[in-house]
């Protein structure tokens, strides 16, 4: 038996969801605006591996890039496309869904416009932490509101409350004048606290520097996730005896559970050689999954266009290192869990088809197809590895 391998590019999106216009997404297209804007972007290996074909059964057209020089990779691949049914377009959904638990009720969310919190969670919060009040409480861009508000959270000691669109309460509070492991015990407060709300996620997101204009946030942000309200593909794979290796977010993005091994990390660069460790180490019947969340991070919420098409370039240049470490039975997969246009309005997620890219020694070079749920590929991993089938989804294996 081989082991699977995903790599999940956080926010990948490759065209427009069906249903975009619902969620006020329509144009959307992640990759295809990025390779519209940078034509002589260098992919080879993500292009070799059929993306450019997963894009236009996407969107029905090809991505504007220029002609790719030869794939190093050098290993068969099929290519499709997958379509989101949870109910929201967030991180936890996507990934949940993908691995056959897609979220069709939909979170809780908390309004944009101040106050975005309801006064009675705010003072439960504030009197089991023992703080004065906070800051923010409004919906806003983490790496914004700490300019706004940094030099008044250092001065009063107040932390900064914000949201976004999708189901989340984030803490922003420094690193040092407010402790790491301070801001941590906030979040596990707050993540009590909003269990009526149904809401997603707690983020902690600490920051450093003095003054407005060089507060930066670090890589220390910790996530406290809903608990799955069925068994995913972890869990199953646990269930059956079977290694799973969370390496970076996977780890919080399921509150911890059906995992095996916990690898924690941040950036392309430490992912990418975690993962080459992992693959390395893991036995026969694994499950490795990574996600390399910069996409979504640092250049889809930011709208850095140029910053989202130079880490495309770093991780294609990245792939050929997988060579020496996998069997001829392994088999992986490339995918994503939403969009994040960076040329789209505002800062938030943006409802797309996201890539599924198959490739091993032993697959057959086919199209996928456009496929009708995320969770097909939580499907075909459970018939590969050899579990019981997942309630949702229809493995696309032959």
């Keep these: 038996m081989g082991r699977a391998v995903i790599l999940m590019m956080d926010s990948f999106g490759i065209g427009g969801a069906p249903d975009a216009g619902k969620f006020g997404n329509d144009g959307a297209d992640t990759f295809g605006?990025?390779?519209?804007?940078?034509?002589?972007?260098?992919?080879?290996?993500?292009?070799?591996?059929?993306?450019?074909?997963?894009?236009?059964?996407?969107?029905?057209?090809?991505?504007a890039l220029h002609p790719q020089t030869?794939?190093?990779?050098?290993?068969?691949?099929?290519?499709?496309?997958?379509?989101?049914?949870?109910?929201?377009?967030?991180?936890?959904?996507g990934h949940w869904e993908l691995a056959g638990l897609p979220n069709l009720k939909g979170w809780g969310h908390f309004p944009p416009a101040y106050p975005s919190f309801p006064a009675d969670l705010v003072a439960k919060i504030c009197a089991e932490a023992g703080l004065d009040g906070i800051l923010g409480n409004k919906?806003?861009?983490?790496?914004?509101?700490?300019q706004e508000l940094g030099e008044e959270h250092i001065a009063t000691g107040k932390p900064i409350f914000y949201t976004s669109a999708d189901s989340n309460l984030q803490i922003a509070t420094h690193q040092e004048h407010f402790g790491l492991e301070r801001l941590y015990e906030l979040c596990q407060i707050a993540y009590k606290h909003v269990q009526p709300y149904n809401i997603g996620r707690i983020i902690a997101?600490?920051?450093?520097?003095?003054?407005?204009?060089?507060?930066?946030?670090t890589k220390f942000r910790r996530d406290y996730t809903a608990q799955p309200f069925g068994d995913t593909l972890l869990d199953?794979?646990?269930?059956?005896?079977?290694?799973?290796?969370?390496?970076?977010?996977?780890?919080?993005i399921y509150a911890h559970r059906g995992i095996t091994e916990e690898i924690h990390g941040a950036g392309l660069e430490e992912l990418w050689n975690l993962t080459l460790d992992a693959l390395q180490n893991a036995p026969d019947g694994s499950l490795i999954f990574t996600n390399f969340e910069d996409f979504d991070m640092l250049w889809g919420h930011r709208r850095n266009v140029k910053g989202y098409a130079e880490g495309?370039?770093?991780?294609?240049?990245?792939?050929?290192?997988?060579?020496?470490?996998?069997?001829?039975d392994d088999l992986l997969f490339i995918t994503a869990d939403h969009g994040n246009d960076p040329t789209y309005e505002g800062t938030d997620h943006t409802r797309e088809q996201v890539p599924v890219l198959m490739f091993g020694r032993r697959v057959e070079t086919r199209s996928l197809g456009r496929r009708a749920t995320y969770a097909d590929l939580g499907q075909s991993?459970?018939?590969?590895?050899?579990?019981?089938?997942?309630?949702?989804?229809?493995?696309f294996l032959k």
């Design 312 to 328: 495309l370039e770093y991780f294609d240049s990245r792939l050929p290192e997988i060579l020496p470490f996998i069997s001829d």
């Design 236 to 252: 199953c794979l646990t269930a059956a005896g079977h290694k799973v290796f969370a390496i970076g977010a996977i780890n919080d």
């Design 33 to 63: 605006h990025i390779a519209a804007a940078y034509p002589d972007m260098r992919i080879p290996n993500l292009t070799g591996l059929g993306l450019c074909k997963a894009s236009e059964l996407a969107t029905g057209r090809q991505p």
């Design 139 to 146: 919906a806003a861009s983490g790496t914004v509101i700490i």
């Design 205 to 217: 997101r600490p920051f450093i520097g003095e003054k407005a204009g060089s507060f930066t946030r």
């Design 381 to 395: 991993i459970a018939a590969y590895l050899g579990i019981a089938p997942l309630a949702y989804g229809e493995s």
């Design 70 to 93: 030869e794939s190093r990779l050098k290993l068969p691949a099929a290519w499709g496309c997958m379509r989101e049914i949870s109910a929201d377009k967030d991180t936890v959904s």
